[in-house]
């Protein structure tokens, strides 16, 4: 079955500055990665995803990019602020398969 | 005009007893999911719901048993709950009836503590 692996496990950059996290999954057959912010005491919430057909995608600050070759995906996130604080997750599925999360990423965005 | 929404929000209970919590999405969408999210954040389904139909059980214990009474509901019960059930556990759900490849929508969350 699928797995996804997710680096760092804990970020921490100063406001203003980039963050970038990187996922990899396992199985060739995924074509769908969403991901997620946690805030506390919150539900996940969709940021932004992508499909295998398209290379990188973007809104506002969030950008995402897929190397369906190397089977990995990245987040990147531009100008942080506070409120990007949050636990964020990447996942990967494909039609019939159910949504396997990575470990999370424990962002913290220093004023 | 919450999307996804569940009760209750925290749960709090002995070893041994039965709980159930409730799930309902107004999104209008074909799929509803059970999560499970440990204290170490690691998020895992549970069970996966399509028209009142169980389309997916991740080998989670017969003890835990959804119920969908119509495609807005999925409620989970908990029988002779254990101390290893604490967690949060989150509702679901997504717009079509194959999931795969399909953007899904999480309520805020029912953290259960079993004392």
């Known amino acids: 079955g699928e797995n996804v692996e997710q680096h760092p496990s804990t970020l921490s950059v100063q406001e203003g500055d980039s963050a970038v996290i990187k996922c990899t999954y396992s199985?060739?057959?995924?074509?769908?990665f969403p991901w997620y912010k946690q805030e506390l005491g919150k539900g996940p919430q969709l940021i932004i995803d992508i499909r295998s057909n398209v290379g990188e995608k973007k809104d506002q600050r969030i950008a995402v990019t897929l190397n369906k070759t190397a089977k990995h995906f990245s987040l990147h996130i531009t100008e942080t602020q506070p409120e990007d604080s949050a636990v964020y997750f990447c996942a990967a599925s494909s039609r019939g398969q159910n949504f396997v999360f990575g470990p999370g990423t424990r962002l913290s965005v220093l004023p | 005009d919450t999307a996804v929404s569940q009760t209750p929000k925290y749960l709090v209970t002995q070893m041994g007893n039965d709980k159930s919590i409730k799930c309902e999405q107004n999104l209008g969408h074909d799929t509803m999911y059970w999560y499970k999210q440990d204290s170490k954040k690691f998020l895992k389904i549970m069970f996966s719901?399509?028209?009142?139909?169980?389309?997916i059980n991740e080998t989670v214990p017969n003890r835990f048993s959804p119920k969908s009474p119509d495609k807005a509901h999925l409620n989970l019960h908990i029988n002779s709950l254990e101390l290893g059930d604490s967690a949060v556990y989150f509702c679901?759900?997504?717009?079509?009836?194959?999931?795969?490849?399909?953007?899904?929508?999480f309520g805020p969350g029912t953290r259960l503590t079993v004392l």
């Open positions: 199985d060739s057959a995924s074509n769908y």
């Open positions: 719901y399509n028209n009142k139909e169980l389309i």
């Open positions: 679901a759900s997504s717009p079509h009836r194959d999931s795969g490849g399909d953007t899904q929508y």
